[in-house]
């Protein structure tokens, strides 16, 4: 059985300009996730990893690399920002929110149902990405 841990590289705040509002791109809504990460820190389990690249906000949907992932259901997904600016990692659904990874910065988040989950930055909310679990 696939570990559930649950991971979040140290978060601190820094600098960001928020966002008034984002509307999803999708309009099918995605399954909600199982668990969510909690602070902390360490290495993560079975899963991907996607890249937030240097001069993300202006990539859009490319924004996040692969900007779509395929993982098994129980898989953990960790963003790594190597931006020099912040983002986060943002459910459309209610399903996470990462909350301000500063440069250098990790999330994870462990998805325990089948589904395709829509998410964004919500710094800069055309930056946009899909997770599909089986």
Known sequence: MRSLRLVVASIFLTSAVACSSYSSPS????P??????TPGT??????????????ASTLTNTAFAPDSVDVAAGAT???TNT???????TSDASGWDSGIVPPGG?????LQSA??????????????????VH
């Open 27 to 30: 309009s099918s809504p995605s």
């Open 32 to 37: 909600a996730p199982g668990p969510v990460s």
């Open 42 to 55: 360490g290495s993560t389990g079975s899963g991907s990893a996607v890249s937030i690249p240097v001069n």
């Open 77 to 79: 997904v960790t963003w």
């Open 83 to 89: 931006d020099n600016v912040s983002h986060t990692s």
């Open 106 to 110: 990790q999330f994870s988040v462990t």
């Open 115 to 132: 589904g395709t989950y829509h998410y964004h930055c919500a710094i800069h909310p055309g930056m946009i990405g899909t997770v599909v």
